[in-house]
């Protein structure tokens, strides 16, 4: 495994974060395609989170010095803190989670986030159901109109960042939104962040640009997330065969995992098999020919043309 350091004292992180992602029989995500409402509700916790294939998958990313690990709702919060209490991994292990119900959309201009008590409420709800002494990272996932609606939304929430730091409750704080550049550059201006956060791929590639170069001057790690874009990048490829899925799914980790800034990729694994091929491609991401040209040959795609133009159009409406 390699590894990257999260500031200039901070840990030594994985480059490949595992996400918290379990999957349904076709592919999709479970809890977001089975329930919306009640996946991302606090406190609702899905019957058959952190099952025996879900514990393989971690253990072998564990033997793997897999450190890092991204959950998202409290499905996946409550399964991995079991989880990493029944495999007690023999060296530190770090987990990046958000405060649920605050985050991009789900609450209008993220007016929750602003506010100290309610945060800090939600950090320590989150720490006992997860059963650690802190979260490592805390994801701050916000939209353009927070900053719109409140000037001083990003002052008073660096406020908060750093009472959660002092009070020992969250280790280091990860920006993130789906309002594209402009408020990434604000979140990087403010100063309250460590890292960022954000979808990077074949088809938004924006961030190469704009964001990347921008959080690394800043001295912020950055870690790329939806390398396949939740799947949709196979659906715009046309007809694969099998050996071309995995191919293109090689192919476009690797093309994240080559650009230079990006220091992790946040990666979601269905098996062992899974696992073993993702971590492959980000740890040697020069592509075979035959990973380059399934690549070329999706980005060649009349839908993949349509999917990025959709992907590029950057609103205020997105939900993860």
């Given amino acids: 495994m390699e590894y990257f350091r999260l500031g200039a004292n901070g840990p030594k992180l994985s480059r490949v974060i595992l996400g918290g992602h379990e999957y349904l029989p076709d592919g999709r995500s479970r809890g977001f395609n089975e329930d919306f409402d009640r996946a991302i509700q606090p406190g609702v916790v899905m019957d058959g989170f952190g099952g025996p294939e879900r514990l393989a998958v971690l253990e072998a990313a564990l033997d793997l010095g897999i450190t890092c690990f991204d959950v998202t709702i409290d499905s996946e919060k409550e399964a991995l803190g079991r989880n990493l209490r029944e495999l007690a991994p023999s060296f530190d292990v770090f987990v990046q989670t958000r405060p649920e119900g605050m985050v991009y959309a789900y609450d209008p201009a993220n007016r929750k986030m602003r506010d100290l008590k309610r945060l800090r409420d939600e950090v320590i709800r989150i720490i006992k159901l997860m059963g650690r002494e802190r979260i490592d990272i805390l994801n701050f996932g916000i939209l353009q109109d927070a900053i719109d609606a409140d000037a001083t939304f990003l002052d008073g929430l660096a406020e908060n960042i750093a009472a959660l730091k002092s009070e020992g409750l969250i280790g280091y704080a990860a920006a993130d939104t789906f309002s594209g550049p402009a408020t990434y550059r604000a979140m990087i201006a403010s100063g309250a962040f460590d890292s960022i956060n ?108 349509d999917l990025k133009c959709k992907k590029n159009a950057v609103t205020q409406d997105g939900q993860a």
């Fill in 198 to 305: 954000i979808n990077y791929n074949v088809a938004e590639d924006w961030p190469r640009d704009s964001a990347i170069p921008a959080a690394k001057a800043a001295g912020m790690a950055v870690a790329a997330r939806e390398a396949l874009i939740k799947g949709e990048l196979f659906n715009a490829a046309g007809e694969l065969a099998g050996a071309d899925t995995t191919h293109l799914a090689r192919g476009a980790i690797k093309w994240v995992a080559a650009t230079p800034g990006v220091d992790a990729v946040i990666l979601g694994a269905a098996s062992t098999a899974h696992l073993m091929s993702n971590v492959e491609a980000v740890l040697d991401p020069t592509p075979s020919d035959d990973e380059r040209a399934s690549l070329e040959k999706a980005t060649r795609q009349a839908a993949f043309a």
